[in-house]
């Protein structure tokens, strides 16, 4: 079985300075979590394991609950459910200009996915490509898109615990160690139009090309 990724837009995903990304998208000065998703309370995207190491993460001591702020969007079936979020946050509802996007990846300090599965994972891969890490389990396609501590923190499968240590990871070592240039390039070399359609033509040839046995 050989694996083709989906290509990423890199011209659609640009990354912006912190500070110009935060103050174009009037954002608090705090730790800054980004989570989405077509629709964000699906039971599939798992905002409930976010919504509990975010809980975690306050309970434990590692964040004062007033220095963490959730950056959610996409569609919401029950917007109910965003009076659960214990900090502070900016729901921003279906995002159509790539450019606002781009804009609130850069601003992040991290992206977090929570899913119970995912066949890719494309909300991370545009998030470094953006020059912002990524969190998530490393149960499915994410695996594919993070290299654990390199750029972005893989945790245990629907592990909670691990999921808001991936987070404080991403918020004091990633935030310290990982330049933003390092994420775009890594998203560059593996992701772009030009890689993937290599990766086809590859196939094809291997495909098209008599075997000698």
């Known amino acids: 079985v050989t694996t083709i990724h989906n290509a990423l837009s890199l011209n659609d995903f640009q990354p912006i300075a912190k500070a110009d990304a935060r103050k174009q ?8 979590i980004a989570f989405g998703a077509a629709r964000i309370d699906d039971p599939i995207k798992g905002f409930d394991y976010l919504l509990e190491a975010i809980q975690t993460l306050i309970r434990r001591g590692d964040f004062e609950q007033e220095k963490l702020h959730l950056l959610l969007f996409g569609g919401i079936k029950d917007a109910k459910r965003l009076a659960e979020v214990p900090v502070s946050y900016t729901y921003f509802g279906h995002i159509e200009e790539k450019e606002q996007l781009s804009a609130l990846y850069s601003a992040a300090d991290v992206t977090v996915s929570a899913s ?4 890719f994972g494309q909300t991370l891969a545009e998030a470094q490509a953006c020059g912002c890490p990524a969190v998530s389990f490393g149960n499915s396609g994410q695996t594919d898109i993070i290299t654990h501590k390199v750029d972005g923190y893989l945790t245990k499968a629907y592990d909670i615990g691990d ?7 991403a918020l004091r070592e990633g935030k310290a160690t990982i330049s933003p240039t390092h994420l775009r390039q890594s998203v560059v070399q593996r992701f772009s139009s030009e890689v993937i359609a290599n990766e086809y033509a590859q196939l094809y040839e291997q495909l098209i090309t008599p075997s000698h046995e």
């Open 163 to 169: 999921l808001a240590n991936g987070i404080a990871w």
């Open 25 to 32: 998208l009037q954002l608090p000065d705090k730790h800054l």
């Open 116 to 119: 119970r599965y995912e066949t």
